[in-house]
């Protein structure tokens, strides 16, 4: 659901756009919320494509629920050659525009959340392709005006620079968390399975993962998978889907799936319940070389039944999991 500023608000301020830089790897700092890369992958399509895939982690600074958006618009990344990565797609973060925001992107105090951004670039044979690379992002503050009214707030320009495919890391200042884990605040996702097989008389790569799902929060929970949102990419910058483009998604069971005008809330977590759900992703092999370990990341919307019985989608969240079995 966008927000427009017509309907909320008649006027707007408009603060100063301040730009933030930080060292490869480095937190960037802008009160009230801190940001950083914590995963960066590059990959390879076909017909010249290059895709970059970066998880930024924001954290809340203060005691009190930030709201954060971003300008698609001016979401970019340039290599160590100067070609211009331009986004594809972005999950987790609402996106805000010249008359419309999505005031989803829900922080909890001294709480964080993940924000994924899919890059790509389109090179020739004669093209010379980076290998660091300097990840641009505008974020701006979502602020409460009024029961269900908002306005936007401070804009910030994230410059992140020195970035290098495989960066992996969890977010600094986070408590330890056990392996394969995603805390995506109400809740917690660990793959308790992940094996790669050959498939399709040896055509066909698929990591087959189980993912257990834990509510964390002292409310029930509906989660449902975002369709058409799993993929992967390995160290040889294969990528791998849910399937072949254009057809439908059939590589989730054991959870309800959202996407257009659907949505499944059969999935329900009550507080400190666990459930699992399967996923996979595959990639037709080619006489490219195969990758040992899969990138893995995937979009989950969190839902509500209203008393109409309609459902709305409250929030998504996108996870990503390092360090998972590919076929080598």
């Known amino acids: 659901m966008q927000i427009s500023f017509k309907n909320l608000f008649s006027a707007c301020i408009f603060l100063a756009v301040l730009t933030i830089t930080a060292s490869a790897g480095a937190v960037v700092q802008t009160h009230p919320y801190e940001a950083e890369v914590t995963s960066f992958q590059t990959s390879l399509g076909a017909n010249g494509w290059h895709y970059l895939t970066a998880t930024v982690h924001f954290r809340n ?27 594809l797609l972005s999950r987790g973060i609402g996106a805000v525009t010249a008359t419309t925001f999505d005031p989803k992107f829900k922080l909890k105090p001294n709480g964080g959340g993940d924000a994924l ?63 394969r884990t995603v805390d995506a605040g109400p809740f917690t996702a660990k793959i308790t399975r992940a094996k790669a097989t050959i498939s399709g008389n ?7 993962m189980t993912i257990q799902f834990t509510n964390t929060s002292d409310k029930p929970l509906i989660l449902a998978y975002e369709g058409e949102s799993s993929f ?18 059939t590589s989730v069971s054991g959870i309800g799936m959202v996407g257009g005008a659907s949505a499944d809330p059969s999935f329900v977590l ?39 019985r309609q459902v709305r989608q409250l929030r998504q969240f996108s996870l990503t999991f390092p360090g998972l079995p590919a076929t080598g």
């Open 117 to 179: 951004f899919d890059m790509r670039w389109r090179g020739d044979r004669s093209s010379v392709v980076g290998t660091t690379f300097d990840l641009n992002l505008t974020t701006q503050l979502i602020e409460p005006s009024g029961a269900d009214r908002y306005k936007l707030g401070s804009t910030r320009i994230l410059d992140m620079p020195g970035l290098k495919s495989g960066m992996f890391a969890p977010p600094q200042g986070a408590p330890p968390i056990s392996d």
């Open 61 to 87: 600074m203060t005691d009190h629920e930030l709201i954060l958006g971003c300008d698609m618009g001016h979401v970019s990344a340039t290599d160590d050659q100067g070609n211009k990565y331009g986004l």
């Open 232 to 249: 992967g990419t390995d160290e040889q910058g294969n990528r791998y889907g849910y399937g072949t483009a254009g057809t439908h998604d």
């Open 270 to 308: 009550q507080p400190g319940e666990s459930r699992e759900a399967n996923f996979s992703v595959a990639r037709r092999l080619t006489r490219d070389p195969n990758g040992t370990q899969l990138a893995y990341y995937v979009a989950l919307g969190q839902l509500e039944v209203l008393p109409s």
């Open 202 to 208: 040896r055509r066909w790569t698929t990591t087959e």
